[in-house]
């Protein structure tokens, strides 16, 4: 069974819920044949790479709150990364264009190293105080972290053109597949879940997606 998860490195509620999902996945009977695939979105697509400020400079201009309100609601997304075990700085983060992590990603999963790619890039931005962002090698370090060689790292991230296709066909397939947000979860191409839910949530779907994919193959044998 395959589950693509369409996420975003800026997106705290990603980094969340990819940690409630693989806690469901660790307790699924089935985990060992499930295999889960990283698919690009970017909630900020064509921002500019040098344009970067502050996560709550951004958040008080793109949804209208005041500075207390955006820093309450770090406070909360801290309190949900922590029930998770996750670490989450509040102050200080910056916001910017993940265009290149994508990239990054993508050239990842051909070396078989994309989950280990993108928790790492979740954790440098959320819980790190060096800024990913429009640092050309911060980023060769986090790709040589999650075991990527630093050369090719450094050729995709001179290229503008190295893998911008695939990121862009991620997300045309996110937009088919009625994806306005992330984190967005499709199991087996039958089920589809929106959010950082919890992860009973996330239990039952992989749950209800292996028996209809049972009861498929069993059919197909009759």
Not at 10 to 38: I, M, N, S, T
Not at 53 to 80: D, F, H, I, W
Not at 102 to 120: D, F, K, S, V, Y
Not at 145 to 168: K, T
Request: with cysteine.
């Amino acid at each position: 069974m395959r589950v693509e998860i369409w996420s975003d490195i800026a997106c705290p509620w990603c980094y969340v819920g990819k940690a409630r999902f693989e806690r469901a996945l660790a307790d699924f009977p089935h985990r060992d044949r499930v295999e889960v695939v990283h698919r690009s979105f970017e909630l900020d697509p064509g921002r500019a790479k040098d344009d970067v400020q502050p996560v709550l400079t951004m958040l008080t201009k793109k949804y209208g709150m005041s500075e207390a309100q955006a820093q309450a609601g770090e406070e909360n997304l801290a309190a949900q990364a922590a029930a998770e075990g996750l670490a989450y700085r509040t102050r200080g983060r910056d916001h910017g264009s993940t265009f290149d992590m994508h990239r990054l990603l993508h050239l990842a999963e051909e070396h078989g190293r994309q989950g280990e790619l993108l928790q790492i890039l979740y954790t440098a931005n959320f819980a790190e105080e060096r800024s990913v962002y429009a640092d050309d090698e911060r980023l060769v370090e986090l790709a040589v972290a999650a075991g990527l060689d630093a050369a090719d790292a450094r050729r995709v991230l001179a290229d503008p053109d190295a893998y911008a296709d695939a990121v862009r066909a991620d997300e045309r397939e996110a937009a088919q597949l009625g994806a306005t947000g992330v984190p967005f979860f499709v199991l087996d191409r039958r089920y589809g879940v929106s959010g950082a839910q919890p992860a009973e949530v996330f239990a039952q779907a992989l749950a209800q997606a292996w028996d209809e994919q049972e009861k498929t193959q069993a059919g197909a044998h009759t």
